[in-house]
């Protein structure tokens, strides 16, 4: 299957488009066959990767190690859609990720100077890296604007919305309200948003603030299992 798939991928190399060259490559990662898997990314990055892609490929090439090609490729996605928020989200996600925060910050100001009409997950973000660097005052604006769901395009992001404002009001307020109501905050928010890792993560920084080691390692798990590549969150885990 795997050798009609490459005939016909080189028999219409022109029209193939990075979707399909993706599939190929896993195929090729299942198999073994790394060279061919390699070849076959490069070609997909080549064809440029549409928003619901792109993350797939940044991630399989993070896992072969590709960090130039990985680059490249994130700098010229970045490049086309410039003044749409997701690619922001997306790199400052990435520099979270890796623990590399100031890096993640400055990519948060390249966006909001950027994007005409940042969108609510750069106000997210906005809102966690400013508890990141201890800056509270800039924290609580974000959590007003998120609050507001004036961003939200619907009932179920303003809800979500809202959900991180109140979670990131409660890790601001933690060391003055306590961490068990910081916590049960946590725990409304995941009731919403299960499939968040950041908020897993920020439970089990109360949890561990707590004395609760084990729900701690619980909830780091599950932050590493949705997003593997996540760095901070593994080493928390470990």
């Known amino acids: 299957i795997i050798e009609r798939a490459a005939g016909w991928e080189r028999a219409s190399a022109a029209d193939a488009d990075a979707r399909w060259l993706m599939l190929l490559a896993a195929a090729y990662q299942i198999s073994g066959r790394y ?14 990767a549409k928003p619901d892609l792109l993350p797939a490929m940044l991630n399989m090439l993070d896992l072969t190690n590709q960090r130039a090609l990985t680059s490249e ?63 509270n005052e800039t924290a ?47 725990e409304q928010s995941l009731a919403m948003l299960p499939s968040e890792p950041v908020l897993h993560f920020l439970a089990g920084e109360a949890y561990i603030q707590i004395g609760e080691v084990d729900r701690a390692a619980g909830a780091y798990r599950r932050a590493v299992e949705l997003q593997p590549m996540w760095v901070g969150a593994g080493i928390a885990y470990s």
């Open 35 to 48: 060279d061919d898997m390699l070849t076959t990314l490069r070609a997909a990055a080549d064809r440029g």
């Open 73 to 135: 490729v994130l700098a010229r996605a970045t490049k086309e859609y410039e003044q749409e928020s997701w690619i922001h989200e997306l790199t400052i996600r990435r520099h979270w990720e890796a623990a590399r925060n100031d890096d993640a910050m400055a990519a948060l100001e390249f966006a909001l100077k950027s994007v005409p009409d940042p969108d609510s997950s750069l106000i997210r973000w906005q809102a966690l890296l400013a508890i990141a660097n201890d800056d």
């Open 140 to 186: 609580r604006a974000a959590v007003v604007v998120l609050e507001s769901g004036d961003l939200a395009d619907d009932a179920d992001e303003r809800d979500a919305d809202r959900a991180w404002a109140r979670t990131s009001d409660a890790r601001v307020n933690a060391d003055t309200t306590g961490w068990d109501e910081a916590l049960q905050q946590y």
